[in-house]
């Protein structure tokens, strides 16, 4: 084994941001080092924060660290938000709190890069929260911002994905298309503080209302995460959604679903990988070429780029 | 040369209608078509409408296309917005104008189900237009919900793309993401008779002027769809940036940019279908419930169903 995982296993996390580099880098050397500590990943409780821009997610998600922190818990956190206060722009009652955890060592905190300004996480993410998995975090909390991909993409990496809700915008409900709220494990109405809390919470019970019956309907809960309150409440909802799906079968399904969603988006990112690299630069710019003087059809080239590697 | 595509050559819109649908069902008839027919594309100029819900898109769609008719110009139109008045929910002044334009030879409108709640579009929509391009319309018009990702793919696709935005939402600005302005070639206020429209044009006016220099500023036009009003200089405006596109270059450059990605995509899409027929189900589950019970990792898991297929 690599002298670098049996440090990483030891508990260094010197090794622990190395290696997460090394796996960011998407390089050989980096999947080696994926490969060994896979074994010791699953343990994890993954928690996905996602909301709007404003709705105060890194306070929250500072805030929850803190009560896991009290309750002898250890966590990594990825926010991949750009605007995240992890990284800059933080009020300074915020910028406190996270200086607090940074010197914490129960906490280890990194940030990413999204795939643009248009959303999506990075490609990577998946194996940087199987790392910090590994390490033997009890949680790893994932905070994003809250555009239609993220959130998609969150859901699909978290087990229990909390969608943050910010009273006062005056569009809070127009908000939460459909499908945003079917991926919401848990509802938080933060700034609870705010006199428009109340109004958002009977509004966000009448729209679950309309989910289909039996389906098992997400807890709506409020929080002033400035003022660290209704933080307990929300780590005991987070505990009682992991026991459901775990009771329920639910957490088998879903480590399914995921793995094979993961193994084919690997796969197929590996044969692209190859495609390019058994065609030349000429032979594809030759290709594209004649499809945008619509002498050949994409399909058609395709056929051909994949030939190249298929057997 | 498949007797349907001879007919559809031939102008006939009854081949026209089952050519989209046999593309639509990506059946290896419906490729064949494409193969035969995609030499007769690249003529139209193709326009992406998109905006957020309410800004009046499938209005400013229907008036677009009645001013090109007053011009003698022929269109397709695919309506992607699932809540169009070309298929539902249109107010009766709309739907008496979608009416007539049904009834006239001169345009062919189809609508499609975009890729679910969480937007995209259909993964046949390019093909859908190349058909379109290739029967001869002079414009094909594709309106979409302004859903973030939905934008992007538009922008993909169409040479002019049309960003509506409706004054009096309140949260006008807030909602155009620095991305989304980017990929807009002409912004509409739609609603030009309401009190804040003004207010919204100078919003923009200043959004735009933190381009950077150089880079070429979308113009800005008033449309009061409804009343058919500003649709003339609409149709100017686009006619300017498709001479611009030609003269500048970026025409050639996009469509080479468009073809590349489109090529790659649909080898992705092919190298995919060829795991899943070269792995017996039973293979994957096994690969799977491995992973997801971290036997093994899902890096090493896809190198093996790549194995599958390649040389």
Request: glycine content about 10%; aromatic content about 2%.
């Amino acid at each position: 084994m690599d002298e670098l995982v049996e440090r990483f296993l030891a508990g260094d996390r010197r090794a622990l941001a190395r290696i997460i580099s090394r796996v960011e880098s998407e390089s050989g050397e980096g999947r080696e080092c994926l490969r060994q500590l896979y074994p010791h990943s699953g343990k994890a409780h993954i928690i996905g924060i996602t909301g709007g821009a404003g709705a105060g997610k890194s306070t929250l998600t500072g805030a929850l660290a803190a009560e896991y922190r009290r309750r002898g818990k250890t966590l990594g956190i990825v926010a991949v938000d750009p605007s995240s206060p992890f990284t800059h722009g933080a009020i300074l009652g915020d910028r406190i709190r996270m200086q607090e955890l940074t010197l914490d060592p129960g906490v280890y905190m990194r940030s990413m890069a999204g795939r643009g300004a248009l959303g999506g996480l990075a490609p990577t993410i998946d194996d940087v929260v199987a790392v910090m998995d590994a390490f033997g975090f009890d949680y790893v909390i994932i905070e994003t911002v809250g555009a239609g991909q993220d959130e998609v993409e969150i859901a699909g990496l978290a087990l229990t994905t909390i969608l943050v809700n910010n009273p006062g915008t005056g569009d809070d409900i127009q908000a939460l298309k459909a499908g945003i709220i079917e991926i919401a494990d848990i509802l938080v109405v933060n700034k609870a503080d705010h006199p428009g809390a109340d109004v958002l919470v009977s509004q966000l019970q009448a729209l679950l209302s309309l989910a289909p019956a039996g389906a098992r309907r997400p807890p709506i809960l409020k929080t002033t995460a400035l003022k660290a309150e209704g933080l307990a409440e929300l780590a005991d909802a987070i505990g009682e959604h992991g026991a459901y799906l775990a009771q329920s079968g639910e957490l088998e399904r879903r480590r399914a679903d995921d793995a094979r969603q993961q193994v084919l988006s690997i796969a197929r990112q590996i044969l692209l990988e190859r495609i390019r690299a058994a065609t030349s630069e000429e032979e594809l710019a030759e290709l594209v070429l004649r499809v945008a003087a619509r002498k050949l059809d994409p399909h058609s080239a395709a056929e051909q780029l994949a030939g190249n590697v298929l057997r």
